[in-house]
């Protein structure tokens, strides 16, 4: 079963694919871990892709296929957290680009190196911090997105966005898990899918062998169902499709990800070869919000109330 975009929706994403066209967004340099798109986060913010979901008659759903199609990109940008959690508050309230930490201020955080606010889920309450890049340290990984951490913590200009909003901010991160992760899991597959075409074995496509076959459709099966979790997520915009998806999302990358390296042998190690850009960004979205078995939790919580 697959869906089509309604007409508003297809434009939308009409105008973006013009707009990463007429940027000429290239791979990252071999040996390059990632590439952050200053071009790319700019364009969108200035375009106004990235308030699609403030806008009369748009919602969390257009906002999401915004950041699918991003996420399939081989750069990254601050995406997903400006479409889908910023809108939250007031405009103006958070500045972007936004980074999000679950635990202390000082933990690495993901688009922190490019961020402007870190939004820090204490446990008991939501702090934004204001972030002066002065103050912050690169952090170096091989999970192909950009990693900082603060170099001094003690006296940060930080303010209560309320306890309140934990919930809604918990919320609207899983569900930019699990949209992030159908992107990065369309593009890893395409990747993998033109390799099998073009690589022989015993006079053979790796792709005409059966077994392959069949671990391609597993796979294929699984983004899938990512995609779909995730839409539903954002079409609802509720607690347990959002924590459902994460769920999924975050319990199918390892093997999504050891399949599609093993399909492209030793090959699929290096770094001169495209796929860690999508797969090494699924394993750093494996652990955020303390993994699927967090997700997991949160979902049977929602649906059995009385039993948790």
């Excluded at 969390?60 to 996420?71: G, H, K, M, Q, S």
């Excluded at 200009?157 to 909003?165: C, D, E, I, P, V």
Aim: net charge negative; proline share 4%.
């Amino acid at each position: 079963m697959d869906f089509e975009p309604n007409e508003n929706q297809t434009a939308i994403l009409d105008g973006l694919d013009q707009l990463i066209a007429s940027l000429r967004i290239e791979t990252p340099k071999e040996g390059e871990t990632f590439l952050f798109s200053d071009a790319l986060d700019s364009e969108l913010a200035s375009a106004g892709f990235l308030d699609i979901a403030r806008e009369k008659d748009f919602s969390t759903l257009e906002a999401a296929l915004i950041v699918e199609r991003i996420a399939r990109l081989p750069v990254t940008a601050e995406v997903a957290f400006s479409a889908l959690v910023a809108p939250l508050f007031a405009p103006g309230t958070v500045e972007r680009p936004i980074a999000l930490v679950q635990g202390a201020a000082g933990s690495p955080a993901r688009y922190l190196p490019q961020a402007r606010t870190l939004l820090v889920d204490s446990g008991t309450d939501l702090l934004a911090v204001s972030i002066d890049q002065a103050n912050v340290e690169a952090v170096e990984s091989l999970f192909a997105y950009p990693y900082g951490r603060l170099k001094i913590v003690d006296g940060l200009t930080q303010r209560s966005l309320g306890a309140a909003m934990l919930g809604q901010i918990r919320r609207r991160w899983r569900m930019a898990l699990a949209v992030e992760s159908a992107g990065l899991m369309r593009s890893a597959l395409e990747t993998v899918l033109d390799h099998v075409k073009t690589r022989h074995q015993f006079n053979r496509p790796l792709g005409s062998f059966q077994a392959i076959q069949h671990r391609l459709a597993m796979a294929a099966a699984t983004e899938n169902a990512t995609r779909w979790l995730a839409m539903r997520a954002a079409w609802s915009d509720s607690d347990a499709d959002c924590a459902i998806a994460a769920t999924y999302a975050q319990d199918a990358i390892p093997t999504f990800c050891y399949d599609l390296h093993q399909f492209c042998g030793a090959m699929g190690l290096t770094l001169e070869f495209p796929l860690h850009f999508w797969t090494y960004r699924l394993k750093a979205l494996l652990g955020e919000l303390g993994g699927s078995s967090l997700q997991a939790r949160a979902a049977s919580g929602l649906a059995w109330p009385e039993a948790a």
